[in-house]
């Protein structure tokens, strides 16, 4: 691949924001952690949009802090580009989505010995929304899963 290096103002924003993180494992969460490696490989949003068959504006959102969820295909993309795991350039609710939410949310119901109905009522979610989760069917959203991360 080649491609075409940053723009010298665009250096300056991104040698900033590399002196804050002098490594990925430093960062929490996937816009920074995006945003890292590409600065980190001198590249333009366009051009990861690109590799990642995306429009740049997709791209650009990825990099905003108000995106909760990332398409693992793009992200494997995305990841291939840099040549790092996937698993590296996702966060923790993204992480527990990649996992499969469903083993994992069973898991925590029957470590509480609860049933499925019991459950989403301590849950404060519908029992059906929890039966969705369990297989898979439904996502479940990030603020209802720092609920479930919070309560377990």
């Not at 959102?61 to 494997?76: F, H, L, N, V």
């Amino acid at each position: 691949h080649t491609f075409h290096l940053v723009q010298p103002h665009l250096t300056v924003d991104a040698e900033k924001f590399n002196i804050r993180y002098t490594d990925p494992s430093q960062i929490d969460n996937t816009p920074d952690k995006l945003r890292w490696y590409r600065y980190n490989r001198g590249l333009l949003q366009k051009q990861v949009a690109d590799y990642a068959g995306i429009y740049r504006s997709t791209y650009c959102s990825y990099e905003d802090a108000g995106r909760d969820y990332y398409p693992i295909k793009t992200m494997e993309k995305i990841a291939e580009l840099y040549n790092v795991p996937v698993v590296s350039l996702l966060d923790e609710y993204n992480l527990f989505l990649y996992y499969g939410q469903g083993a994992q949310i069973r898991a925590l119901r029957n470590l509480r010995g609860l049933t499925q109905k019991q459950y989403a009522e301590y849950l404060g979610v519908p029992y059906g929304t929890l039966k969705q989760w369990e297989i898979d069917r439904v996502q479940i959203s990030k603020q209802t899963w720092e609920i479930l991360k919070l309560r377990g």
